[in-house]
């Protein structure tokens, strides 16, 4: 890992400044770079994961789908293999919302290994930020329906890292009974 070191802080520097303006939709509206660091933060810290590749793709799982990156861009500066394990997360804009949720949920057994560790690691770190500071618009339920969905695409990353795995089930645990599904009127 040391010798890779300068690439992942060179991710870091170039993620920093693709997301410079951009906000999360927590209630403090946090920069968005805190959101891939604690990515890196859960691979490396909780997981162990030491593969520059996983770690930088991590960094730049976003750029792609949220900034004006192109893959082109992240294969000439970061290599093939970072381009490949970002282009496997990234999100088809051009596609309604609820296309590209399904999407994730039906594609995620069929990602690279190092795609599903980013991958885990974004539910991890989503449903954390949820907890945490939900979005003030966010409703209950909504937040429930969240944790819903990141549970059935987690479901399909199974078997990549047992200890990555049982710490999405414990944030999953504490979000469903911070966020109960809303008794339905049966009448």
């Known amino acids: 890992m040391s010798e890779a070191l300068p690439m992942?802080?060179?991710?870091?520097q170039f993620a920093a400044v693709k997301h410079q303006h951009q906000r999360r939709?927590?209630?403090?509206?946090?920069?968005?770079?805190?959101?891939?660091?604690?990515?890196?933060?859960?691979?490396?810290?909780?997981?162990?994961?030491?593969?520059?590749?996983?770690?930088?793709?991590?960094?730049?799982?976003?750029?792609?789908?949220?900034?004006?990156?192109?893959?082109?861009?992240?294969?000439?500066?970061?290599?093939?293999?970072?381009?490949?394990?970002?282009?496997?997360?990234?999100?088809d804009k051009s596609l309604p919302k609820a296309a590209r949720k399904q999407h994730q949920v039906d594609h995620a057994?069929?990602?690279?290994?190092?795609?599903?560790?980013?991958?885990?690691?974004?539910?991890?770190?989503?449903?954390r930020d949820l907890v945490a500071s939900p979005p003030a618009d966010w409703p209950p339920q909504r937040c429930h329906d969240y944790c819903q969905w990141a549970k059935q695409v987690v479901d399909g990353l199974r078997e990549i890292h047992p200890g990555l795995e049982a710490e999405f089930e414990r944030i999953y645990a504490t979000a469903i009974a911070q966020f109960p599904a809303l008794a339905t009127d049966s009448q």
């Open 109 to 127: 057994a069929h990602l690279c290994d190092r795609a599903k560790l980013v991958k885990l690691a974004d539910k991890i770190a989503n449903l």
């Open 8 to 12: 992942v802080i060179d991710a870091l």
């Open 25 to 91: 939709k927590d209630a403090a509206r946090t920069p968005y770079i805190n959101h891939p660091i604690t990515l890196l933060h859960v691979l490396q810290h909780d997981g162990q994961v030491n593969d520059p590749v996983v770690l930088i793709s991590a960094l730049l799982h976003d750029t792609v789908e949220d900034t004006e990156t192109t893959f082109d861009e992240i294969t000439a500066r970061f290599g093939e293999a970072v381009a490949a394990v970002v282009a496997q997360v990234t999100d």
